[in-house]
């Protein structure tokens, strides 16, 4: 495992949120209102959540033209620090 995969990782652990919100998108396209019903987690922080891990290009953001009914999904690099946290 690479250093800057260490430090993804270690980011995401740092808040529940974060490794909540990333864990519901595997495999998934959701809505942020969907995640928060999944994770109980809400919608604000949901947000905020959303806007970190796409910093790092965890998740995308497929209709940025919308202002609603956004839909996030997973990127091959979140995939892969998703793997790695689960082998840890």
Do not use: A, C, W
């Amino acid at each position: 495992m690479k250093d800057s995969e260490k430090i993804i990782i270690e980011f995401v652990k740092l808040s529940k949120n974060r490794e909540k919100v990333l864990k519901t998108l595997e495999g998934e396209t959701l809505k942020p209102s969907d995640i928060s019903k999944k994770t109980n987690i809400h919608r604000n922080n949901v947000s905020r959540t959303l806007s970190q891990l796409r910093e790092k290009d965890l998740i995308r953001l497929l209709n940025p033209e919308n202002k609603r009914g956004r839909l996030y999904e997973l990127t091959e690099y979140g995939e892969k620090i998703l793997n790695l946290m689960k082998s840890e």
